[in-house]
């Protein structure tokens, strides 16, 4: 039974839903156990790149996918506004006005750090219970409240020749609930213009990186082949930023029972316990104690 992620490289027009649904395809037709499917942030249909797909335990995860940081590469292009912030959407303002490269270069550090930003009207955010981008869709207003994010990293990916430049492509890693659409609307207007983004593409989300990631085709093909665990990443794949606590035979016992170990020797904070290299639990160690957050069947 593959437990574990599989990470998508999303095509564009593939919305974070129907990646799941291919995975559930998949399972069906290598006629595996009926899983439970989920995935660990959604990306736009217009965006494409890593969509990590949470198969079976690894759904114990996905909350914490979710507050991960994520990197993108996009295309900024200058002069025209639209509602939705990206190539979907009506045109609602333009500029003569495109930028230098020198002042791209000099305003971006302006956008380092935790800045406001403003989420877009089309977002899945809630407005007196309605989804924004239905309310934005049947042509009503949307007010959206700013909101603190951290832009931990930004550059430039891909400079443009010339005295002025209608686009340019940068690199961002950012902190969770941070819109890059927004992002782009807010850097061209810094720079006196406005803007839109054209391309946008996830690169890495927590641990998961683009060079992980596997086309639909590549899915299918591995699914016929009953072979889904050749491109299924174990569940701890995701947990790499928490420190490992080994158990003994008879305390994972314990532990799987439902007890409270205490006596451990470790340092206070999160853990994943291990019996073996098998996944125990997200485990809360205090003042040598140790609790389950979460546990794994497995």
């Known amino acids: 039974m593959p437990n574990g992620w599989i990470i998508l490289d999303k095509p564009l027009g593939l919305g ?88 791209i270069r000099a305003i971006l550090p302006t956008f380092t750090g935790a800045i406001a930003q403003v989420p877009p009207a089309f977002s899945a955010l809630k407005v007196d219970g309605k989804r924004a981008y239905d309310l934005a869709r049947a042509g009503e207003s ?14 430039i990916r891909r400079p443009c020749e010339g005295a002025t430049v209608g686009e340019v492509t940068l690199t961002a890693q950012v902190s969770k609930g941070t819109y890059i659409r927004s992002l782009a609307r807010d850097i061209a207007h810094a720079l006196g213009t406005v803007g839109h983004v054209t391309m946008l593409r996830r690169t890495k989300a927590g641990p998961f990186r683009l060079d992980q ?71 809360e160690v205090l003042d040598g104690n140790v609790r389950t957050v979460r546990r794994f069947n497995l």
């Open 142 to 155: 949307v007010d959206l409240e700013s909101r603190q994010v951290t832009i931990r990293a930004l550059s």
């Open 213 to 283: 990631a596997i086309s639909l085709d590549i899915l299918m093909e591995k699914a016929k082949a009953r072979a889904l665990e050749d491109v299924t990443l174990p569940i701890r794949t995701a947990l790499d930023d928490i420190p490992a606590l080994a158990l003994t035979p008879e305390q994972a016992r314990l532990l799987h029972n439902g007890q409270v170990l205490t006596g451990i020797a470790a340092q206070g904070g999160l853990h994943l316990a291990l019996n073996g290299e098998t996944p125990l639990a997200l485990v």
């Open 16 to 103: 974070s839903t129907a990646g799941v649904s291919a995975v559930k395809r998949a399972l069906r037709e290598g006629g595996y156990p009926k899983l439970k499917v989920g995935h660990g942030g959604t990306l736009d249909p217009l965006a494409t790149g890593v969509l990590p797909i949470a198969m079976g335990e690894a759904t114990k995860l996905a909350g914490r996918m979710l507050d991960s940081d994520k990197c993108y590469d996009f295309t900024i292009a200058f002069g025209e506004e639209t509602d939705s912030l990206d190539l979907e959407g009506t045109l609602i303002a333009t500029s003569d006005v495109r930028p230098t490269m020198e002042a």
